[in-house]
């Protein structure tokens, strides 16, 4: 266990559809961030979060968005679900004290949208 | 923007030793970090460089030159468990920057 808790685990949904993902950091993190791998695109960053601000914005389309709670945990909402969303969904979380340490990945949610 | 480049398969058999070059093209460059991911699994932190050099941990280690862009993951006295596939990734935004990843290289052991 890493210590970032992601659910679900595994997500089926039809094309149109809006899912929720959650997130809860490792215990001390502020910085979440999550993203998205699929097999033609590697591992692609779609936004962060620090401390329950918005910190930064990758590749993240119109469609989705996120917010980190008082408590840190985080949602990513994608919405309009598209077969091409099918992929799997990260977060990671990391210390104050910089990247040396690493990011935390959580095991990850593999949505599947049919 | 910024770009990533890393073999996309390498194979090696248990005992030998591998290299996984990573060359980028960022603007902003704050370190250079490797990651290990198994089929279906989350990444794991392997190693993080900001300074030119050599970093060693165990049988794993790294390198990054800053004036060629360029770093490497060393990997020794391989075991079938190493077989995954590495990522290197760019921190372009600070202390709290976010990275961004490589394609990936699928290391094979065999035995």
């Known amino acids: 266990d890493s210590g970032v808790t992601q659910t679900p685990k595994h997500l089926i949904t039809a094309t149109g559809q809006r899912v929720t993902l959650r997130c809860s950091p490792r215990?001390?993190?502020?910085?979440v961030y999550w993203y998205q791998q699929s097999l033609d695109q590697g591992l692609q960053f779609l936004i962060q979060?620090?401390?329950?601000?918005?910190?930064a914005k990758g590749n993240i389309l119109e469609r989705f968005s996120a917010q980190q709670f008082p408590d840190l945990h985080s949602e990513l909402n994608l919405s309009s679900l598209e077969l091409g969303d099918s992929a799997l969904y990260f977060c990671a979380s990391s210390t104050s004290a910089g990247p040396n340490y690493g990011y935390t990945f959580g095991s990850g949610t593999r949505l599947t949208v049919v | 923007g910024q770009s990533l480049e890393q073999p996309s398969e390498v194979t090696a058999v248990e005992g030998a030793i591998v290299q996984i070059n990573c060359t980028y093209q960022?603007?902003?460059?704050?370190?250079l970090s490797w990651y290990q991911q198994h089929d279906g699994g989350a990444p794991t932190f392997l190693s993080y460089?900001?300074?030119?050099g050599l970093e060693e941990t165990g049988r794993f280690s790294s390198f990054l030159s800053r004036s060629d862009s360029y770093g490497y993951l060393l990997l020794q006295e391989l075991q079938m468990k190493d077989s995954a596939s590495y990522f290197c990734a760019v921190n372009r935004g600070s202390t709290l920057g976010r990275l961004y990843f490589g394609r990936g290289t699928q290391l094979t052991v065999w035995p």
């Open positions: 960022t603007s902003g460059f704050y370190g």
């Open positions: 460089n900001a300074l030119d």
């Open positions: 979060y620090y401390n329950g601000e918005e910190r």
């Open positions: 215990s001390g993190d502020l910085s």
